[in-house]
C-alpha cells in the first residue's frame, strides 16, 4: 500500500460515512498522506499519517478527534492495514502489515517507472482543465538547467506525453530564479536576473509545455518558446546551448553533476552560493545520495558471489529492537517518492526532488549500518537477508530515477 492507496482508502472511509449519516460534511477531492511528522504521534511506531479530521471538523461541527475516530472505524479492516490510531489533535496514523510493505518494495523494484513516472494520486495534472502551460526560461544557465528538469519532472509527475499536439495559445510561465553569478573568460553573467528579456524575444533558453485537449494531457519539451505559440519540434532544452560561456565555466569548475545540484538543489527564490570546487564528502547531498545508490549497487552485486538475490518479505529487526525505526524511515521514503515528483511538477519545483532524494539516501545508510543486507562472517544467507536487498534495490530504484529527473549521473561505483 503507497500514500496514494491509503489516501484513497481514506476518502472512501469518509464518503461512507457521509452516506450512512455519520457525518454531514463536504468531503474533499484528495487528502494529504506522508509519514508522521514529529508531534503528529506514532514514536516510529506507525508507517502513514493524514490529517483529514482536522481539515473537515469545522464543517462537521464536531472535534477532529472525534471526526477521526468515526474515519477510524472504517479504516479498520481495510487489506493492507494492520492498525490504525489517533494521536494529537486528530491524526489519523496507520500501521500497516508486512505483506503491505514488501508489496510496496517488490513494486519500487520490478515497476521501476513508478518512481520513473509517479503517481497520479488524487491530485490533477500540470496543465489539466484545458490551459495550455508553457514554461519559459529566462536567459541565464540556472533558469535553463531548471527548465530542463522540469521538462523530465512534468512527465514523471503523472502528465502523459505526446509530440506534434496542437495546443493553441498558451499561458506562458517565464521560471525566473534568483541569479547566480558565473564567471567565465571575457567576463561574468548573471542568470536568472528579472528583466533580462521581454515576454516576445523568442531567444528565450527552452520551454516546457503543457495541455488538455479532452482530458488528455500533453507535455512537450522544446529547445525554444514562441509567445505566439509552441514549436512543433521537440528537443530537450539544454544549458550547454542555452548558455553556453556560463555552463562551460560552471562544469570546468564543477563537473555537470555538481553544477545541476547546486543550481536545482535551492529554491529558486533562494540565493546559490557556488561553492570552489566539488567536495566528495558527507556534507555534499549530491555525494551522499550518489554514494548511496553505489552502495546499494555493491550490495547487489556481493549478494550475486554469494549466491543469493533479493526477495521482498519482513526485513527483521535486531535486538532490542534496533533497526525498526530505520526501517520505516526507508520504507516511508520510499512510499512517499511518487508525492514528491508530483509536488515538485506542480509547484515547478525540482528541489523537493533534490532533497527527497537526501531524505531517502541518509535513511538506507543509517538503516544499511544496523541491518546490513549481507550475512556476516560466518552467517549463511537467510529471507532476512533477501529481504534487505530488496529493500536496498528499492531505494537504489528511486534514488537513480531521481538523479535522472534532475540531469545527474548514477555511478555504480565511487
Not at 535553463?144 to 523530465?152: I, T
Request: net charge neutral.
Amino acid at each position: 500500500m503507497t500514500p496514494a492507496d491509503f489516501s484513497r482508502a481514506v476518502l472512501r472511509a469518509a464518503r461512507g460515512a457521509v452516506a450512512a449519516g455519520e457525518l454531514s460534511v463536504t468531503v474533499p477531492e484528495r487528502v494529504v498522506v506522508r509519514a508522521p511528522m514529529p508531534g503528529e504521534g506514532g514514536g516510529g511506531e506507525t508507517d502513514l499519517a493524514c490529517n483529514i479530521a482536522l481539515k473537515i471538523a469545522k464543517d462537521a461541527g464536531r472535534p477532529p478527534r472525534e471526526v477521526a475516530e468515526v474515519l477510524r472505524r472504517r479504516l479498520v479492516g481495510v487489506p493492507g492495514i494492520a492498525g490504525v490510531e489517533i494521536a494529537g489533535a486528530g491524526f489519523l496514523n496507520v500501521t500497516l502489515t508486512g505483506p503491505a510493505r514488501a508489496a510496496l518494495v517488490w513494486s519500487v523494484r520490478e515497476r521501476g517507472e513508478m518512481g520513473e513516472r509517479g503517481e497520479r494520486g488524487e491530485s490533477p495534472a500540470p496543465g489539466a482543465g484545458g490551459t495550455a502551460v508553457a514554461l519559459r526560461a529566462a536567459r541565464g544557465v540556472r533558469a535553463a538547467v531548471v527548465v530542463e528538469a522540469l521538462g523530465r519532472i512534468l512527465l514523471a509527475g503523472g502528465v502523459e506525453g505526446r509530440s506534434g499536439a496542437e495546443v493553441g495559445e498558451p499561458r506562458v510561465e517565464v521560471i525566473r530564479p534568483r541569479p547566480v553569478e558565473v564567471s567565465f573568460e571575457g567576463g561574468s553573467s548573471y542568470a536568472g536576473v528579472v528583466g533580462t528579456a521581454s515576454e516576445e524575444d523568442s531567444s528565450y533558453a527552452g520551454a516546457v509545455s503543457t495541455a488538455s485537449e479532452g482530458g488528455f494531457s500533453y507535455v512537450g519539451i522544446v529547445g525554444t518558446a514562441e509567445a505566439a505559440g509552441v514549436p512543433e519540434a521537440s528537443a530537450a532544452a539544454d544549458a550547454s546551448t542555452a548558455a553556453p560561456r556560463e555552463w562551460r565555466a560552471l562544469t570546468a569548475r564543477l563537473g555537470p553533476d555538481e553544477a545541476r545540484w547546486v543550481l536545482l538543489r535551492a529554491a529558486q527564490h533562494d540565493v546559490v552560493r557556488l561553492p570552489e570546487k566539488p567536495v566528495q564528502r558527507e556534507s555534499n547531498g549530491r555525494f551522499r545520495v550518489q554514494y548511496a545508490y553505489a552502495r546499494t549497487c555493491a550490495m547487489t552485486r556481493n549478494a550475486r558471489e554469494l549466491g543469493f538475490a533479493a526477495e521482498p518479505g519482513d526485513v527483521g529487526g535486531v535486538a532490542g529492537g534496533w533497526g525498526v525505526r530505520e526501517v520505516r524511515e526507508v520504507w516511508a521514503a520510499l512510499a512517499e517518492y511518487p508525492g514528491v515528483v508530483e509536488a515538485a511538477a506542480r509547484h515547478r519545483a525540482p528541489d523537493r526532488v533534490a532533497r527527497h532524494l537526501e531524505v531517502t539516501a541518509d535513511a538506507w545508510l543509517r538503516c544499511h549500518d544496523v541491518c546490513p543486507p549481507l550475512p556476516v562472517g560466518e552467517e549463511k544467507p537467510s529471507a532476512v537477508h533477501r529481504a534487505r536487498l530488496a529493500l536496498a534495490e528499492a531505494v537504489g530504484t528511486v534514488l537513480a530515477n531521481g538523479l535522472h529527473l534532475l540531469g545527474i549521473s548514477t555511478p555504480e561505483r565511487l
